[in-house]
């Protein structure tokens, strides 16, 4: 597995709270993705970095954000939870060859 | 935008049968092709992937996937399934245009596999 860590791995939290989770990686990889995992959805693809300071927005990036200001971390900010945004997020890098991506152990948000 | 569609939401097989899970994409270009398997209570693990050549790529324990151009599909087999086999199983697809892809997967909806012993 390439060395790619999320925290928290668990959290629960209010609506209208910001919540930020951090993805670090020990690979040097170029490419970072925030995903979410729903059941019947699979994943879907919140935003991505394609290098330190330049990110863009997926698939279901409405009411998050993401910065990188480094190349090892990649956070993701909701910015006022709700409870539409309790889910499964993964975290993802990829590195020169962009089509293989590995995965974080997933952080479980819940937002009551 | 390209979507990806799995068959069966839920199978259900005993040890020793043989497993295939259907996956078709929508997108008219070039694409790579990917399983991935998620284990109860883990992350996403790469079973195999297609770039290009031959299409039928094997990958980890015994898994194997064709990939047929014309049907828009890469369905998953196996000849006998284990039981440790159980767990979640995602196709995902990522165009190949120009660079510009940056890999971002679409993934399908998942099948769950359960397989009793």
């Known amino acids: 597995d390439a060395g790619i860590t999320q925290s928290p791995r668990h959290k629960v939290t209010e609506t209208g709270t910001p919540v930020t989770l951090r993805c670090h990686q020990t690979?040097?990889?170029?490419?970072m993705y925030w995903y979410r995992q729903d059941p019947g959805h699979g994943l879907r693809l919140i935003h991505y970095?394609?290098?330190?300071?330049?990110?863009d927005k997926g698939e279901v990036s409405d009411g998050y954000s993401v910065s990188r200001s480094k190349t090892e971390d990649f956070l993701l900010t909701l910015e006022s939870a709700t409870s539409s945004q309790t889910s499964v997020y993964f975290c993802a890098t990829a590195g020169t060859d962009t089509y293989e991506q590995y995965f974080g152990p997933g952080t479980r948000l819940t937002v009551t | 935008a390209q979507s990806v569609s799995q068959h069966n939401h839920h199978v259900i097989l005993s040890e020793a049968a043989s497993l295939e899970l259907g996956c078709n994409y929508s997108?008219?270009?070039?694409?790579?092709l990917f399983w991935y398997v998620q284990y109860p209570g883990q992350h996403l693990q790469l079973l195999l992937k297609y770039f290009s050549g031959d299409p039928l790529v094997k990958g980890i324990k015994g898994f194997e996937a064709e990939f047929i151009k014309s049907k828009f599909s890469f369905n998953l087999r196996k000849p006998s399934v284990q039981w440790s086999d159980t767990a979640e199983y995602f196709c995902?697809?990522?165009?190949?245009?120009?660079?510009?892809?940056?890999?971002?997967?679409?993934f399908g909806q998942g099948t769950i596999l359960t397989v009793h012993p």
């Open positions: 690979e040097n990889h170029r490419y």
């Open positions: 970095s394609y290098g330190v300071k330049d990110t």
């Open positions: 995902a697809v990522t165009s190949v245009a120009g660079g510009t892809s940056y890999g971002k997967l679409t």
């Open positions: 997108y008219g270009g070039t694409v790579n």
